[in-house]
């Protein structure tokens, strides 16, 4: 079984394809040059990544951010402030710091999408 040496405590996605964080279709943008300037001055990759996607598929519900956790992913949509990105930085600090991927804030839960049609109840949190 592979095993990486670039373990990490989790994974953030945020999607940058044919319609998240494209302004030119009068979408939400994405403060993503920021975003990650700040990741990686703040030396988070190694605890959480940070990635930026293709088109991860609800496009009718842009934009997109999903985490990925040890035990499943987490998807939130109409992430379209530079608020929610600076509170996700801060998350990632914490967790770092924390040494565990922390709840997201409270301002990410009524954001919180359901992806797929046979989630369980009880994922959705
Ligand atoms: S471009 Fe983000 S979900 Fe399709």
Same mark, same amino acid.
């Given at each position: 079984?592979?095993?990486?040496?670039?373990?990490?405590?989790?994974?953030?996605?945020?999607?940058?394809?044919?319609?998240?964080?494209?302004?030119?279709?009068?979408?939400?943008?994405?403060? =993503?040059? !920021?975003?990650? @300037?700040?990741?990686?001055? /703040?030396? %988070? *990759?190694?605890?959480?990544?940070?990635?930026?996607?293709?088109?991860?598929?609800?496009?009718?519900?842009?934009?997109?951010?999903?985490?990925?956790?040890?035990?499943?992913?987490?998807?939130?949509?109409?992430?379209?402030?530079?608020?929610?990105?600076?509170?996700? =930085?801060? !998350?990632?600090? @914490?967790?770092?710091?924390? /040494?565990? %991927? *922390?709840?997201?804030?409270?301002?990410?839960?009524?954001?919180?999408?359901?992806?797929?049609?046979?989630?369980?109840?009880?994922?959705?949190?």
């Amino acid at each position: 079984m592979p095993v990486t040496q670039r373990q990490t405590l989790g994974q953030v996605l945020v999607c940058l394809g044919c319609c998240c964080g494209r302004q030119d279709r009068g979408r939400p943008g994405i403060p =993503l040059e !920021w975003l990650k @300037a700040e990741w990686k001055r /703040g030396g %988070l *990759l190694k605890h959480v990544h940070l990635s930026v996607s293709g088109c991860l598929g609800p496009c009718d519900v842009p934009n997109v951010v999903a985490i990925v956790r040890p035990d499943g992913l987490e998807w939130f949509a109409e992430i379209d402030q530079d608020t929610y990105y600076a509170a996700l =930085l801060d !998350w990632a600090r @914490a967790s770092a710091a924390a /040494g565990q %991927l *922390l709840d997201l804030p409270a301002e990410f839960h009524p954001k919180r999408l359901t992806r797929f049609r046979d989630t369980p109840a009880e994922v959705l949190r």
